[in-house]
C-alpha cells in the first residue's frame, strides 16, 4: 500500500491534531500518500497539512453521522489505503464503516472513550472499536494500563505503546534575557483534569515568598471565570496573565523562566515536550504519563493537588536554584521521543497487524 488515510474529529490545534501533524510529516518523508478527513469543527491546522504535502479531504466535515458511514463505505478503498482513526468520533466511524481488523486506531486519552456517557456505554462502546479494529495503539503506558484497568479493552487485546515524536533539536537558547520579573507559564484547557486550583495556590504560595513573579496561562475553558474570581481572592490578580488561545507557542515558550503544568493525569502531555524543546525547567505531577515523558526520579515532580509540593519548588527555582540540576536531567529526554521512530513503529504496525482484502 501506498497510501495512508487517517480520520480525526477536528482539526483545532490540541494535542492529538498537532501530533498527527508530525506523524504525517514523517509518513510523507517515507514515501506515502497522505489524506486526512476531519469530522468536524474547525480546520485550523488545515494549511500547516496542506503544506507538507498532504490532502485535507473536507467532504465528511459537519455530515450526520450516517452519511458519514455512507460516504466511507463508498468512496474509500480498502485495497490501497491503511485506514488511522483518531480520538473516539473518528474510531466508532471507522468501526461502523469498515471490515474488522482492517483499520487501526489510537488512543490519545487516559479517559473513558466517551466521557459523558454512562460508564457502561463507555465500556460497550470502546470494546466494539478495539474488537473490530487491527489494533489499538496507546500514546502511553499509562493509556494502556487506563484501559485494561477501567475494561474499556479487553486485557487479551493486544496494546501497543507508541510514544509522540518530537524534534530533538532545541528550539531555544540556552541564555535568556536578564530581568528582574521572574516569568512561569502554562498551557492547558481551564478544565478540572489541568487542576488550575491547585496551580493558583501554589502561585500564591510562592508569590508571598517572591515578590518579582508572574503566571502567564494559555488555554480557554468553561471554569475560567470561575478561576479569574479565584485569583482574586487570593490577590494575585494583577500577576496572572490569561492569554486565551495563541498560535505561536514557540514565543511564548522563550519568553518563560519556567514550565508547570498541574494536571490530575495526562494520558501524554504534548505541551512537555514542547517544554523540552523550548530547554525550560518544568514542575509537573508526578501521575499518570508525565513520569514516562520527564523521567521516574525527575527532581521537578510534585505530588498531585501538593500546593505546598508545587510552591516551593516554585520559590526555589525563582530563587535561582534548582533549575541547572532540573536541565541537566531534562537534557536528553527528548532523544526518546524521535519523529522518525514513532513512524515506522506505526508503519510496523500497518504492516502487520491491517488485514488487506483482495
Known amino acids: 500500500m501506498n497510501k495512508i488515510v487517517h480520520l480525526i474529529t477536528t482539526l483545532e490545534r ?3 491534531e498537532k501530533q498527527l501533524l508530525v506523524l504525517v510529516r514523517e509518513q510523507l518523508k517515507l514515501g506515502y500518500e497522505v489524506e486526512i478527513y476531519p469530522l468536524k469543527g474547525q480546520v485550523e491546522l488545515k494549511n500547516d497539512f496542506e503544506n507538507l504535502g498532504a490532502v485535507v479531504n473536507c467532504d465528511l466535515l459537519q455530515q450526520t453521522f ?14 490501497d489505503s491503511y485506514i488511522h ?18 483499520f487501526v486506531t489510537t488512543r490519545h486519552n487516559s479517559e473513558e472513550f466517551w466521557p459523558r456517557k454512562p460508564k457502561l456505554i463507555s465500556i460497550l462502546l470502546s470494546r466494539f472499536v478495539s474488537n473490530k479494529s487491527a489494533a489499538t495503539i496507546a500514546i502511553s503506558a499509562s493509556v494502556r494500563k487506563y484501559l485494561f484497568k477501567n475494561f474499556e479493552i479487553s486485557k487479551k487485546k493486544e496494546v501497543p505503546v507508541v510514544y509522540y515524536g518530537y524534534e530533538s533539536a532545541k528550539t531555544v537558547s540556552k ?8 516569568i512561569a507559564g502554562t498551557i492547558a484547557r481551564v ?18 515568598r517572591i515578590p518579582n513573579l508572574e503566571l502567564q496561562i494559555v488555554g480557554t475553558g468553561y471554569l475560567e471565570s470561575e478561576m479569574k474570581k479565584i485569583c482574586i481572592k487570593l490577590g494575585i490578580q494583577d500577576k496572572v496573565i ?6 505561536d507557542v514557540d514565543t511564548f515558550l522563550k519568553n518563560l523562566d519556567l514550565f508547570i503544568l498541574t494536571s490530575e493525569y495526562e494520558g501524554f502531555g504534548l505541551v512537555l515536550l514542547e517544554a523540552l524543546a523550548a530547554n525550560l525547567p518544568i514542575l509537573a505531577t508526578n501521575t499518570s504519563a508525565i513520569p514516562e515523558v520527564l523521567g521516574s526520579k525527575y527532581d521537578g515532580l510534585c505530588e ?28 536528553d529526554r527528548l532523544q526518546i521521543f524521535e519523529p522518525y521512530l514513532m513512524s515506522k513503529k506505526i508503519e510496523t504496525i500497518y504492516k502487520e497487524k491491517i488485514y488487506v482484502s483482495n
Open 304 to 331: 498531585k493537588g501538593n500546593i505546598v509540593d508545587f510552591g516551593s519548588k516554585l520559590t526555589e527555582l525563582a530563587l535561582g536554584n534548582m533549575k541547572l540540576t532540573l536541565l541537566n536531567q531534562l537534557d
Open 242 to 247: 490569561w492569554l486565551g488561545r495563541i498560535s
Open 66 to 79: 450516517f452519511k458519514q458511514i455512507i460516504f466511507l463505505k463508498k468512496n474509500l478503498s480498502l485495497t
Open 191 to 208: 478544565v478540572p483534569q489541568k487542576d488550575y486550583v491547585t496551580l493558583l495556590h501554589s502561585f500564591q504560595y510562592a508569590s508571598q
Open 14 to 16: 490540541g494535542g492529538a
Open 85 to 102: 482513526a483518531h480520538l473516539p468520533k473518528s474510531e466508532l466511524l471507522s468501526a461502523f464503516s469498515f471490515p474488522k481488523g482492517s
Open 175 to 182: 541564555k535568556r534575557k536578564q530581568r528582574d520579573l521572574f
